[in-house]
């Protein structure tokens, strides 16, 4: 069975850093896309990029290049998101989502998400 | 970036009711278009992919269908697990966009 898992829940202090994963585990790690996505309070999904593992492509949402660094270690089998200073506004629900490799790319299975909160 | 705009919400319906949801996209994106089911607290789940082919294990009163710019999606008889948030995204060209949500909640 296809599981994504996320690490825990963070509280950070503007400007500090942080790095969050998802654990990809019952099926080939390489063959597809792990997209990130942001929920914040009581809003939609907003797309943010993508790494292929098998040989770290990365691609950027213009929203969010330079904000983030999206990469993988499939040697792990682990996508990663990582901001390098914090905002307030980062304070969201962080999610990643398998996507095929081929035909039409979408998310068939999704981590339980990474709550996110940034507060001085 | 390909603009997402989905039916208005909330979308206010009955349980057995025949509900759709639409999904326009500012430029053709094909059948590169996908829907999820998102519950409170929940992570989103896939219902729809290449605009009509439906999700392994999701019941068969949800359909889609479209292509080019328009889509739709079908609920055939509204359950009351069904009262949830709806999200179109297209993964034609990078960013994946998505639309911005449709709530379906109880009349």
């Known amino acids: 069975e296809v599981h994504l898992v996320q690490s825990g829940a963070e509280v950070k202090k503007p400007g500090e850093s942080l790095k969050i994963s998802c654990r990809g585990s019952?099926?080939?790690?390489?063959?597809?896309?792990i997209a990130w996505v942001r929920q914040m309070p009581g809003r939609g999904l907003e797309w943010m990029g993508i790494?292929?593992?098998?040989?770290?492509?990365?691609r950027y949402s213009p929203s969010f290049q330079g904000q983030i660094t999206i990469s993988a270690d499939k040697s792990i089998n682990t996508a990663f998101l990582q901001w390098n200073s914090l905002k307030a506004s980062d304070t969201a629900i962080y999610y990643c989502?398998?996507?095929?490799?081929?035909?039409?790319?979408?998310?068939?299975?999704w981590g339980q998400g990474t709550l996110v909160t940034v507060s001085s | 970036d390909i603009q997402m705009t989905q039916s208005s919400s909330p979308l206010s319906a009955s349980v057995g009711d025949r509900v759709t949801i639409t999904c326009r996209a500012s430029?053709?994106?094909?059948?590169?278009l996908n829907w999820y089911q998102q519950n409170p607290g929940k992570a989103p789940k896939l219902l729809i992919y290449?605009?009509?082919s439906l999700q392994s294990g999701i019941p068969s009163r949800f359909s889609g269908s479209g292509s080019g710019t328009d889509f739709t999606l079908t609920i055939s008889s509204l359950q009351p697990e069904d009262f949830a948030t709806y999200y179109c995204?297209?993964?034609?060209?990078?960013?994946?966009?998505f639309g911005q949500g449709t709530k379906v909640d109880i009349k």
């Open positions: 989502a398998r996507h095929s490799g081929s035909g039409s790319f979408s998310g068939d299975s």
């Open positions: 995204q297209q993964t034609y060209f990078t960013p994946w966009t």
């Open positions: 790494v292929y593992p098998a040989d770290s492509d990365t």
């Open positions: 430029q053709s994106i094909s059948r590169f």
């Open positions: 019952g099926y080939n790690f390489v063959d597809y896309w």
């Open positions: 290449a605009a009509s």
